[in-house]
């Protein structure tokens, strides 16, 4: 089945400085790629997302980028806000499954004042 | 448009008692999914539902654990004879359905378990 790596698991930068996430998966059929924010005792809010056919999306201070070749995917936060802080998961899905989702392990991310 | 609701927020049991989770869907969903999320983990998928039919519980414990989507109502997720490592936060997603592509998977705010 589709495995889903996450880098790093921690992650702490300055406000407005930028931060990046990285995640691979192992089946090369997945063709929808989400990224979810969860803050504490919340459940995760999907906040961009992207798809087989495309290799970059961007929406204001987020985007991702997608690498089929290499099995790679990543987000980007631009000029980090002390709001920005939570847990990011990327996750995978293939074509066919439904919206049936393999998340990463999250990554805490602390955008420190 | 109310998001995807789940009850009880909070639920405590005693270990042998059941627990029972709800879902309702977004508002012309008709796909739910229970995920559970072990602390300081990600979250694992466990059963896909469409009404009336589970099209994939692959994810799903042989043993104890049950879901059911009827025709009226909300999702619900059965958790029998609870023990101290089915202390989790479970999440219910819904999207469209839309068969020919994957489309974005709303979640709610979880139910957390806590076997005692």
């Known amino acids: 089945g589709e495995n889903v790596e996450q880098h790093p698991s921690t992650l702490s930068v300055q406000e407005g400085d930028s931060a990046v996430i990285k995640c691979t998966y192992s089946d090369s059929a997945s063709n929808y790629f989400p990224w979810y924010k969860q803050e504490l005792g919340k459940g995760p809010q999907l906040i961009i997302d992207?798809?087989?056919?495309?290799g970059e999306k961007k929406d204001q201070r987020i985007a991702v980028t997608l690498n089929k070749t290499a099995k790679h995917f990543s987000l980007h936060i631009t000029e980090t806000q002390p709001e920005d802080s939570a847990v990011y998961f990327c996750?995978?899905?293939?074509?066919?499954?439904?919206?049936?989702?393999?998340f990463g392990t999250g990554t805490q991310l602390k955008v420190e004042l | 448009n109310a998001g995807v609701m789940q009850n009880p927020r909070h639920l405590v049991r005693r270990r042998g008692q059941e627990a029972r989770l709800r879902c309702s869907p977004m508002k012309g969903h008709s796909h739910v999914y229970w995920y559970r999320q072990l602390p300081e983990e990600g979250l694992k998928f466990m059963v896909y539902?469409?009404?009336?039919?589970?099209?994939?519980e692959s994810g799903m414990p042989k043993e104890r654990f049950s879901a059911e989507f009827p025709k009226e109502g909300p999702s619900i997720l059965r958790i029998q004879q609870v023990v101290r490592g089915d202390s989790a936060a479970y999440f219910c997603?819904?999207?469209?359905?839309?068969?020919?592509?994957?489309?974005?998977?709303?979640f709610g705010q979880g139910t957390r378990l806590t076997v005692v």
């Open positions: 996750a995978a899905s293939i074509p066919g499954g439904g919206n049936k989702l393999t």
């Open positions: 997603a819904s999207s469209v359905s839309r068969q020919a592509t994957n489309t974005e998977a709303f």
């Open positions: 992207i798809r087989s056919n495309v």
């Open positions: 539902l469409q009404k009336e039919n589970i099209i994939d």
